[in-house]
């Protein structure tokens, strides 16, 4: 075999070329050369079709090194990386600047004729379907013609029947009828498809089934071979007989002949007619030499048998008369929707014809909201190479929990309750302990300025990953990347987002400096209470940097409430002040964030005792982000406040139910349950929190008031000990002078509050309701009245809970009680 010369014509139109048929096939002799030219012929005039269809070349030309090679933007685009090479351009990985969103961009670099290209973006874009390929725009930019679109996914069909041969007749009959429904949108918008076919069709790792790459081929030239087909219309064997007759044109009939082609190959892994050259299959088709498929894939249901025989009939008019209507006889076939597909691969690009990339996230139709699922955020891995960067991995998790909160239709924990499980492998236990069905798993790296962040979504059950993704980012969209991962996850768990949802899913790029700041101040607000006039200090100045940055006025917010707390009272009044315009400015920037409704509300509760307005704030939160048990363990303190103890005690409830993991959940709780004398609840709840942290002092501490009230009081001294020794709260220490009071042990009362009056000279500061209960134990009304008097002039925290605390039982009965109830506010 001569080979050379059919060498030479495979890089001719590798070129883009049109090669010299009668040149390069003068010297051929054999009939397998001929047989190679022919099949090289075929492809010659298919890559042809797609050129005159875009307009992209001239008739005959070379391919041309593309322009722009190193260029990193075009338009509102920034190019991430390419995809895709061929004659007509480049295709991108593309960030959308305006929506905030990834996209397919498709850059048409030789196009002669760029308004050619917006005249097939704008045809494309009026096809919107869930099962279509989404166009988002078409422009011209620095003479550069594109299209921009969604990016998916997946694997091709043609490589799933490869990989894993005929499909079973329900998951064949499922496909179906997606693309059937995906065709009939695109007869809808009075287009054709063309080039149906299974290397066409991609199905996500969640099921959903997109039809690609419309109008592949079209009508062109008569060939200067008789003996060749003189129209091209899609690929040979998806394509109806009629259209190897010279001059017919394509019709909805013929995209439902493809159609009916591809039901065929998805059950038999094979095609109704065969031929080794295009002539060969016309010839077959002339001769109606068509295997049925229940011959090719015996035992297929008759309906699926009946229909891919209608479809595939010779005659247009006796075919299925629209793809709707294939639709329809299919959905009977099909499994049920699917809320979460039940078997996943692992994710890869989908290879596709030269003329289109694959997407991988669209924000169109989604199916109807699934019930509440819950999902666990594991902290995120620091896999960068610098320790110092630990920060920065932290405060990703921490924001992504809180963009995933927002999905109303998700339970996820706080990073509070994640933080424990760092270092821990067993996935069903953690999923166990928290309470979840589903973990998100992620790392972070760093190359060059980018930083790239891999996600997987796991089945604790199996340890199998469901899901998994990159993004790669320069600093700026790092926080954004958190958001459109919430995205993704919600899309990929099939969960309907509200159109607030969207919205407060879809942020804006943040000046880096802002970013940094703001991740570092959240980790330093954990650390330790010295660490927060330096979470502060950070919050400040990401807010500075970003006056509009609506997450960092809430933060700095919460972290302003304890400092005005424990600040001199010249100080407190202002910084309180400026805490609650800070928390106004988070929400009047962006109603969704949860934390300025916890900040705010916290300042209404305990500094202004406007119960009513917190209890508004509390719950427009709770509606907001249902998950969030920190909001759930404050509105709980109010209800008990309130003296709505059942309330409270559900509200509290689920609060720890939301957050297992985390002791101060519980020991709330266990605090609520003390108000209501439910000492056995109370005390169990104090001891699950130490179960889960030893030592955890609010929890000794706990006891020791439980132990009081029933009169134990050596067992009460023994656990307020302990709690000091963990954590020396000077008001732990006036309340220990209470018991030993109650007790009746004055001399170790006096000493006890011979050390607090020594450290009150030193600074230290503690409420005056303290002394107040010391004196209620003693028997001295008229000096606890006087010393809750105060505290409620002054405003002091503890007395809200007077109305239900026990230390208070022995003053209910006298008349000065109900007043001081009704001076707090408590009772009308």
């Given at each position: 075999?001569?080979?050379?010369?059919?060498?030479?014509?495979?890089?001719?139109?590798?070129?883009?070329?049109?090669?010299?048929?009668?040149?390069?096939?003068?010297?051929?002799?054999?009939?397998?050369?001929?047989?190679?030219?022919?099949?090289?012929?075929?492809?010659?005039?298919?890559?042809?079709?797609?050129?005159?269809?875009?307009?992209?070349?001239?008739?005959?030309?070379?391919?041309?090194?593309?322009?722009?090679?190193?260029?990193?933007?075009?338009?509102?685009?920034?190019?991430?990386?390419?995809?895709?090479?061929?004659?007509?351009?480049?295709?991108?990985?593309?960030?959308?600047?305006?929506?905030?969103?990834?996209?397919?961009?498709?850059?048409?670099?030789?196009?002669?004729?760029?308004?050619?290209?917006?005249?097939?973006?704008?045809?494309?874009?009026?096809?919107?379907?869930?099962?279509?390929?989404?166009?988002?725009?078409?422009?011209?930019?620095?003479?550069?013609a594109g299209i921009w679109m969604e990016f998916v996914h997946g694997r091709t069909l043609d490589q799933i029947v490869k990989g894993q041969g005929a499909m079973p007749a329900r998951e064949a009959a499922t496909i179906g009828a997606d693309v059937a429904k995906g065709l009939a949108a695109i007869?809808?918008?009075?287009?054709?498809?063309?080039?149906?076919?299974?290397?066409?069709?991609?199905?996500?790792?969640?099921?959903?089934?997109?039809?690609?790459?419309?109008?592949?081929?079209?009508?062109?030239?008569?060939?200067?071979?008789?003996?060749?087909?003189?129209?091209?219309?899609?690929?040979?064997?998806?394509?109806?007989?009629?259209?190897?007759?010279?001059?017919?044109?394509?019709?909805?009939?013929?995209?439902?002949?493809?159609?009916?082609?591809?039901?065929?190959?998805?059950?038999?892994?094979?095609?109704?007619?065969?031929?080794?050259?295009?002539?060969?299959?016309?010839?077959?088709?002339?001769?109606?030499?068509?295997?049925?498929?229940?011959?090719?894939?015996?035992?297929?249901?008759?309906?699926?048998?009946?229909?891919?025989?209608?479809?595939?009939?010779?005659?247009?008019?006796?075919?299925?008369?629209?793809?709707?209507?294939?639709?329809?006889?299919?959905?009977?076939?099909?499994?049920?929707?699917?809320?979460?597909?039940?078997?996943?691969?692992?994710?890869?690009?989908?290879?596709?014809?030269?003329?289109?990339?694959?997407?991988?996230?669209?924000?169109?139709?989604?199916?109807?909201?699934?019930?509440?699922?819950?999902?666990?955020?594991?902290?995120?891995?620091?896999?960068?190479?610098?320790?110092?960067?630990?920060?920065?991995?932290?405060?990703?998790?921490?924001?992504?929990?809180?963009?995933?909160?927002?999905?109303?239709?998700?339970?996820?924990?706080?990073?509070?309750?994640?933080?424990?499980?760092?270092?821990?492998?067993?996935?069903?236990?953690?999923?166990?302990?928290?309470?979840?069905?589903?973990?998100?798993?992620?790392?972070?790296?760093?190359?060059?300025?980018?930083?790239?962040?891999?996600?997987?979504?796991?089945?604790?059950?199996?340890?199998?990953?469901?899901?998994?993704?990159?993004?790669?980012?320069?600093?700026?969209?790092?926080?954004?990347?958190?958001?459109?991962?919430?995205?993704?996850?919600?899309?990929?768990?099939?969960?309907?987002?509200?159109?607030?949802?969207?919205?407060?899913?879809?942020?804006?790029?943040?000046?880096?400096?802002?970013?940094?700041?703001?991740?570092?101040?959240?980790?330093?607000?954990?650390?330790?209470?010295?660490?927060?006039?330096?979470?502060?200090?950070?919050?400040?100045?990401?807010?500075?940097?970003?006056?509009?940055?609506?997450?960092?006025?809430?933060?700095?917010?919460?972290?302003?409430?304890?400092?005005?707390?424990?600040?001199?009272?010249?100080?407190?009044?202002?910084?309180?002040?400026?805490?609650?315009?800070?928390?106004?400015?988070?929400?009047?920037?962006?109603?969704?964030?949860?934390?300025?409704?916890?900040?705010?509300?916290?300042?209404?509760?305990?500094?202004?005792?406007?119960?009513?307005?917190?209890?508004?704030?509390?719950?427009?939160?709770?509606?907001?982000?249902?998950?969030?048990?920190?909001?759930?363990?404050?509105?709980?303190?109010?209800?008990?406040?309130?003296?709505?103890?059942?309330?409270?005690?559900?509200?509290?409830?689920?609060?720890?139910?939301?957050?297992?993991?985390?002791?101060?959940?519980?020991?709330?709780?266990?605090?609520?349950?003390?108000?209501?004398?439910?000492?056995?609840?109370?005390?169990?709840?104090?001891?699950?929190?130490?179960?889960?942290?030893?030592?955890?002092?609010?929890?000794?501490?706990?006891?020791?008031?439980?132990?009081?009230?029933?009169?134990?009081?050596?067992?009460?001294?023994?656990?307020?000990?302990?709690?000091?020794?963990?954590?020396?709260?000077?008001?732990?220490?006036?309340?220990?002078?209470?018991?030993?009071?109650?007790?009746?042990?004055?001399?170790?009362?006096?000493?006890?509050?011979?050390t607090v009056s020594d450290r009150e000279k030193a600074g230290e500061t503690y409420g005056i309701d303290y002394i107040g209960y010391i004196a209620a134990a003693e028997g001295r009304p008229d000096d606890a009245f006087h010393f809750l008097d105060q505290a409620v002039a002054s405003r002091t925290?503890?007395?809200?809970?007077?109305?239900?605390?026990?230390?208070?039982?022995?003053?209910?009965?006298?008349?000065?009680?109900?007043?001081?109830?009704?001076?707090?506010?408590?009772?009308?």
């Amino acid at each position: 075999m001569a080979a050379d010369p059919l060498v030479d014509v495979a890089a001719s139109i590798a070129d883009g070329q049109t090669p010299d048929w009668t040149t390069a096939t003068r010297d051929l002799s054999s009939e397998e050369e001929r047989g190679v030219a022919d099949e090289l012929e075929l492809v010659a005039r298919i890559a042809a079709a797609h050129r005159q269809l875009h307009q992209l070349l001239p008739p005959v030309a070379a391919a041309e090194a593309e322009p722009f090679a190193d260029r990193t933007r075009w338009g509102h685009l920034d190019l991430l990386e390419v995809v895709g090479r061929g004659s007509y351009g480049t295709v991108y990985r593309a960030w959308d600047t305006r929506l905030e969103r990834l996209v397919a961009l498709k850059l048409f670099h030789r196009a002669p004729n760029p308004d050619a290209v917006m005249l097939e973006g704008k045809m494309l874009a009026r096809v919107r379907h869930e099962n279509v390929v989404t166009v988002y725009g078409a422009d011209i930019i620095d003479g550069v013609a594109g299209i921009w679109m969604e990016f998916v996914h997946g694997r091709t069909l043609d490589q799933i029947v490869k990989g894993q041969g005929a499909m079973p007749a329900r998951e064949a009959a499922t496909i179906g009828a997606d693309v059937a429904k995906g065709l009939a949108a695109i007869h809808g918008a009075q287009l054709l498809h063309c080039d149906v076919k299974a290397q066409n069709v991609v199905r996500e790792s969640t099921g959903r089934v997109v039809l690609m790459d419309m109008g592949a081929g079209r009508v062109i030239a008569d060939a200067s071979d008789d003996d060749q087909l003189s129209d091209i219309t899609g690929t040979p064997r998806y394509m109806a007989p009629e259209l190897f007759e010279t001059g017919t044109p394509a019709t909805r009939a013929t995209d439902v002949y493809s159609l009916g082609v591809l039901l065929y190959y998805l059950a038999s892994a094979r095609f109704p007619v065969e031929g080794k050259s295009v002539n060969e299959l016309r010839q077959a088709h002339a001769a109606g030499r068509v295997e049925p498929l229940d011959r090719a894939r015996p035992g297929m249901p008759a309906p699926y048998l009946a229909l891919v025989s209608r479809a595939l009939n010779p005659n247009p008019a006796r075919r299925p008369e629209s793809a709707a209507e294939v639709q329809r006889l299919l959905t009977p076939l099909a499994a049920p929707p699917r809320r979460l597909v039940s078997r996943w691969q692992t994710w890869v690009a989908a290879t596709v014809l030269a003329v289109l990339a694959l997407a991988w996230w669209r924000p169109g139709p989604l199916a109807p909201a699934a019930p509440v699922r819950s999902i666990a955020v594991l902290p995120i891995k620091n896999l960068t190479g610098d320790p110092s960067k630990a920060y920065f991995a932290d405060g990703l998790t921490d924001v992504l929990i809180s963009n995933l909160a927002r999905v109303r239709a998700l339970r996820v924990p706080s990073f509070e309750a994640v933080a424990p499980f760092r270092d821990k492998t067993d996935q069903a236990e953690i999923a166990k302990t928290l309470g979840v069905e589903l973990l998100l798993a992620g790392s972070i790296t760093q190359a060059d300025s980018k930083f790239r962040m891999a996600v997987q979504l796991i089945d604790p059950t199996t340890g199998t990953v469901k899901w998994g993704e990159e993004l790669t980012r320069d600093p700026s969209g790092v926080l954004s990347a958190q958001a459109e991962v919430a995205r993704l996850v919600a899309t990929r768990l099939n969960l309907t987002l509200r159109p607030e949802e969207q919205r407060a899913l879809s942020p804006g790029a943040l000046d880096p400096r802002a970013q940094d700041a703001y991740l570092r101040a959240l980790t330093l607000r954990r650390a330790s209470p010295t660490a927060r006039e330096e979470a502060a200090r950070l919050f400040r100045e990401a807010t500075e940097i970003e006056p509009a940055f609506a997450h960092a006025w809430a933060q700095l917010a919460l972290v302003e409430i304890p400092l005005a707390a424990g600040s001199t009272n010249a100080d407190r009044k202002a910084r309180t002040a400026l805490a609650r315009q800070m928390a106004e400015r988070a929400i009047q920037l962006d109603p969704t964030v949860v934390d300025g409704y916890a900040a705010l509300g916290t300042i209404q509760f305990y500094t202004d005792w406007n119960f009513a307005a917190a209890e508004q704030t509390f719950r427009s939160a709770i509606t907001i982000n249902p998950s969030d048990g920190f909001v759930r363990q404050r509105f709980s303190m109010l209800l008990a406040a309130r003296g709505r103890l059942d309330e409270a005690i559900a509200m509290a409830q689920e609060s720890a139910r939301l957050e297992p993991s985390i002791p101060l959940r519980h020991t709330s709780l266990g605090v609520i349950y003390y108000y209501a004398r439910d000492h056995a609840r109370s005390a169990a709840a104090f001891r699950h929190a130490l179960s889960m942290s030893p030592g955890f002092p609010t929890a000794y501490f706990g006891l020791g008031l439980v132990a009081a009230a029933q009169g134990r009081y050596d067992e009460a001294i023994a656990n307020i000990q302990r709690a000091i020794a963990a954590n020396d709260y000077v008001a732990w220490q006036v309340d220990l002078a209470r018991v030993y009071a109650a007790a009746g042990r004055p001399d170790d009362k006096a000493r006890v509050l011979a050390t607090v009056s020594d450290r009150e000279k030193a600074g230290e500061t503690y409420g005056i309701d303290y002394i107040g209960y010391i004196a209620a134990a003693e028997g001295r009304p008229d000096d606890a009245f006087h010393f809750l008097d105060q505290a409620v002039a002054s405003r002091t925290t503890n007395v809200l809970w007077i109305m239900v605390d026990p230390r208070v039982d022995a003053l209910r009965n006298d008349p000065r009680f109900e007043q001081i109830l009704t001076r707090t506010g408590l009772r009308h």
